[in-house]
């Protein structure tokens, strides 16, 4: 047996391996492909048991329904846009410069700093809620989006630092030496030359912001109360006030996660590698 | 230092003075009543009502046998599928997407899919398993104490696989190439491969990731809200839903941050443990 043979493994185990990824697939995409298909069956088909799959079954009416019924859904989606563009914008902008001190310019206890803000990334959210709901609701910033927006930077901030600082400590030194010989001074060298090589690693953090921002629903349950909630919210509201019509459920369901999974299936290497690599180096 | 100001600024003020006053409110009993926050002073009176609440007890063994259950099984099934796909057969992009997918779903959004899942009328467990012979009527999966725990149990092992089993092929990929060369070298069959090279070189990887996954076990939330409210009889009542419930519903904000400060702790062990395997060494391993 050669070495690349022994990789592969003899037929038993090629079948096992087989075997095993086929369990995954059905594992990983049952529920998924149960959510789309339910979100595009009529209700009668789908409350039969078992389920009738046959194809005059399969309507748009449900995604017309929800749409033309929800205006809170509508809302939502806006709320979530922009609670998730503006917090995502926020980490990245404060975020950036202090990676980059943290990892390359002379910060007094630059690790301390660094793990520092790591650990409060694992912060459970009940942890501040309550202090931030007292604080918030004496300034009266109660069901503000912004408000929202500033809340998620507790969570998306340091995950922003430490994707990119991550980065940034790979980058050769020579890079800098070169553009200080030229003449630039470090906010140049930051502005002009380490940002744009970091495209990459900025477009992974962005991604990873959004989609938490998105998908956020502890501090949106608390702080929000009409005006300002996100799709999570809605949705989950949906499922208590129409326990009943589960094709309508599911469309708003689809509605929902559809953005953020396009924009991870798209991002999914940079995701991988930018968040894979920070959370196990040190 | 002017780089890194604005968002260590910004930390402390979303962060450190909530934590911070997070302890403060847990001595003193503080109550909302129309609009307005009244505080009194107590000392450890929240604390000493904790030790005696029989739900508080029953929610700190709920979340205990939750994490425990929950970092055993995601440790094990990300390990087999990071194996599965580091597998020449499953280096395809195909199963990178499958693993993103669960990833991305919003967690709200994965409870009501598994809510109409676990439909004990109209859900497709009821109707699987039903025609496969298993059953021979409807369960109602989340109407007792016992199942409705390991269901939830079973949706977010399901939604915390693909990210821990993404850490872990990472690790794997890690593992230099020359290390299963010389094993091979040495006669060792693939199984002896994988407990004398594969584990030994995954031993951080896998700390870390069970460090991490009991973390984010503590602070499942969304599912408990979407699927059971806590219910049946507080049997899925974890820490972090009672100290919501506490604290939002029952408006008792004082003993609420008593309960979310023993989360806190929980936590920051944990979180310190986590730096403390991460922290760069001066001498990396022994390669």
Redesign the interface.
């Known amino acids: 047996m050669t070495f690349a043979r022994l990789q592969q493994g003899g037929p038993l185990r090629q079948v096992m391996v087989i075997a095993g990824l086929i369990l995954f697939t059905c594992w990983s995409a049952g529920p998924v492909l149960w959510l789309i298909l339910s979100s595009v069956l009529e209700q009668k088909a789908l409350i039969a048991q078992p389920p009738d799959l046959s194809p005059r079954n399969f309507t748009l009416e449900n995604f017309s329904t929800v749409i033309g019924a929800a205006a809170s859904l509508g809302r939502g989606i806006v709320n979530s846009l922009i609670v998730a563009v503006f917090s995502t914008a926020l980490a990245l902008a404060l975020g950036a410069p202090a990676a980059y001190a943290l990892a390359r310019l002379p910060v007094p206890r630059a690790n301390n700093i660094s793990f520092l803000i790591l650990a409060t990334q694992m912060l459970p959210g009940i942890a501040i809620a309550i202090p931030l709901f007292i604080v918030i609701s004496r300034l009266g910033l109660i069901d503000n989006v912004l408000s929202l927006g500033v809340v998620y930077l507790s969570f998306n901030l340091p995950i922003v630092i430490w994707i990119l600082r991550g980065f940034f400590l790979g980058i050769p030194a020579g890079i800098e030496k070169a553009a200080a010989i030229d003449g630039a001074g470090i906010f140049a060298t930051f502005w002009h030359i380490i940002l744009p090589i970091s495209l990459p690693p900025l477009s992974a953090a962005a991604v990873f912001a959004f989609v938490e921002a998105w998908n956020e629903f502890f501090f949106a349950l608390i702080l929000t109360r009409q005006q300002a909630q996100t799709t999570p919210l809605v949705i989950a509201n949906f499922a208590g006030q129409y326990q009943t019509v589960f094709g309508q459920m599911m469309a708003a369901a689809v509605i929902s996660v559809a953005p953020v999974i396009l924009l991870a299936i798209l991002f999914r290497n940079q995701i991988i590698r930018g968040f894979a690599d920070g959370m196990m180096k040190g | 230092?002017f780089?890194?100001a604005?968002?260590?600024i910004?930390?402390a003020a979303?962060?450190f003075?909530?934590?911070v006053?997070?302890v403060l409110?847990a001595l003193q009993r503080v109550q909302l009543a129309g609009?307005a926050?009244t505080q009194e002073w107590i000392g450890l009176g929240n604390f000493t009502r904790l030790f005696s609440d029989p739900v508080f007890w029953r929610a700190a063994l709920n979340t205990a046998y939750f994490s425990v259950m929950e970092v055993i099984l995601v440790t094990l099934i990300s390990l087999?599928?990071a194996l599965?796909l580091n597998?020449?057969?499953?280096r395809s992009g195909f199963?990178?997407?499958?693993?993103?997918?669960?990833?991305?779903?919003?967690?709200?959004?994965n409870?009501?899919?598994?809510?109409?899942?676990l439909?004990a009328?109209?859900g497709?467990l009821?109707?699987?398993l039903?025609?496969l012979g298993v059953i021979d009527y409807n369960q109602v999966w989340l109407g007792t104490p016992f199942s409705a725990l390991n269901f939830l149990l079973i949706v977010d092992v399901?939604k915390s696989v693909?990210f821990v089993a993404?850490?872990m092929?990472?690790?794997l990929q890690r593992v230099p190439q020359s290390l299963?060369?010389a094993a091979?070298m040495d006669g060792a069959g693939?199984w002896q491969s994988f407990l004398n090279v594969t584990l030994p070189t995954m031993r951080?990887?896998i700390a870390?990731a069970i460090v991490?996954q009991t973390?984010w076990s503590?602070?499942v939330?969304?599912l408990v809200?979407?699927l059971t409210r806590g219910g049946p009889a507080d049997a899925t009542a974890l820490l972090?839903f009672l100290?919501?419930r506490v604290?939002?519903n029952f408006l008792d904000?004082g003993y609420?941050?008593a309960i979310?400060?023993v989360?806190?702790a929980l936590?920051?062990v944990?979180?310190?443990l986590?730096?403390w395997l991460?922290?760069?060494?001066e001498i990396k391993g022994a390669r």
């Open positions: 230092m780089f890194v604005p968002a260590l910004v930390l979303i962060l003075y909530p934590i006053d997070s409110l609009g926050v087999g599928v599965l597998h020449p057969f499953g199963f990178r997407i499958l693993l993103i997918i669960p990833w991305a779903i919003a967690p709200v959004a409870a009501v899919l598994w809510k109409w899942i439909n009328n109209y497709v009821n109707a699987l039903k025609s399901w693909p993404l850490l092929l990472a690790g299963y060369r091979y693939p951080g990887v870390i991490l973390i503590l602070r939330f969304d809200f979407v972090n100290a919501y604290t939002f904000l609420g941050s979310a400060n989360i806190f936590t920051f944990l979180a310190a986590y730096v991460l922290w760069p060494r």
